[in-house]
């Protein structure tokens, strides 16, 4: 028998009860332990919340089911927290909005004995349910781009040891976001081997503010500690895209450029940048409505956001590189 440990970082969001239902309801063997690890900055003191969720489980909750502190240090600490609490020889990381599919357990089962010893990780397959009978919309299609994205911690399983081998997750990632890729950059590393599985997860597109595209770009700031880490071809090693970042630099200064100029009386240099920020403003939210439904609401919220976005993804991006300029690898510096 394959023994496991399921380990889930949360917010006690709502998504949580259907996180664990599903979980509940799957097929196959179950987990031997369960940590649930809440992740809130300042829990309240009463345990009714976590007591909710862990009632959801059912007879899952008569297993080793556990509720630890993450302090509200990210899902990368959160999750090292889950591990240190488990025994089991593999430990499978599920976020708190994912709903695992009918036959999970027995597939992750079937995963694991199919992993050859060299393979320190095997993926879930995340699938996003997006509407029909209409585009979707730019929130929309960044979740779906999960369902391509490699090792991502939504459905992952690790060897204990492995993990423990190298440090847990880097908690210098606050966010959910490239931390599951440097794990899996520093674990190849190791020569250790990560391959996709069979077991498929479902992750749903969750309600946000129209301003959430623009609070997302603080993850710049983790590409500048991944561009530490695993040096500038870091893009290619994680196989992940590498967005728009240069562009949006080049939007920022042309706006910039034109404030400044304009302040100094250079009026004709002022109004040739102020062309060139507007031309890249204009060609972003080209791009990003275009494959969208295009309703009033949705490019109000893209026109709108367009304009936000490049000055902010440039200045996390500046913010993160000068914070991580000496960042040492995560094993040493978890030393």
């Not at 949580?16 to 799957?26: K, S, V």
């Not at 919340?49 to 862990?54: E, G, I, Q």
């Not at 391509?148 to 939504?154: F, V, Y």
């Not at 990560?194 to 603080?218: D, E, F, N």
Request: glycine share 8%; charged share 25%; hydrophobic share 45%.
């Amino acid at each position: 028998m394959t023994s496991y440990a399921v380990v889930i970082p949360t917010l006690l969001r709502d998504s949580l009860a259907d996180c664990l239902a599903a979980l509940a309801a799957a097929h196959g063997p179950r987990p031997d332990e369960i940590v649930l690890v809440d992740d809130r900055p300042d829990p309240d003191p009463a345990p009714d919340a976590s007591a909710h969720a862990l009632a959801v489980l059912g007879d899952l909750r008569e297993r080793t089911t556990t509720v630890a502190t993450g302090g509200g240090r990210g899902p990368a600490a959160a999750r090292n927290a889950g591990l240190r609490a488990v025994t089991a020889p593999w430990v499978v990381f599920l976020d708190d909005d994912v709903q695992v599919g009918p036959h999970w357990c027995a597939q992750l089962v079937r995963d694991l004995r199919e992993a050859t010893p060299d393979t320190a990780g095997v993926q879930g397959v995340i699938t996003v349910p997006l509407p029909g009978g209409r585009r979707p919309t730019d929130r929309e299609r960044d979740t779906a781009g999960l369902a391509r994205a490699h090792w991502i911690a939504a459905d992952m399983a690790y060897r204990t040891e492995a993990l423990r081998q190298a440090g847990g997750f880097d908690e210098r990632f606050p966010r959910a976001f490239r931390e599951d890729a440097d794990l899996a950059l520093r674990l190849l590393d190791a020569g250790w081997r990560i391959r996709k599985g069979r077991r498929t997860t479902l992750h749903p597109v969750h309600p946000a503010s129209r301003w959430a595209s623009v609070g997302q770009q603080r993850r710049n700031a983790d590409d500048a500690l991944m561009r530490r880490l695993h040096g500038p071809d870091w893009w290619d090693k994680a196989v992940a895209p590498r967005g728009r970042i240069r562009r949006h630099a080049a939007i920022t200064a042309a706006g910039a450029a034109a404030c400044a100029l304009a302040a100094a009386g250079h009026r004709r240099a002022a109004a040739a940048c102020a062309l060139g920020w507007a031309a890249g403003t204009a060609e972003f939210a080209h791009a990003r409505i275009v494959p969208g439904p295009r309703t009033r609401d949705e490019v109000a919220t893209v026109l709108a956001t367009s304009v936000v976005i490049p000055p902010a993804a440039t200045w996390y991006r500046l913010a993160g590189a000068w914070r991580h300029r000496h960042a040492p690898a995560w094993r040493e510096a978890a030393r």
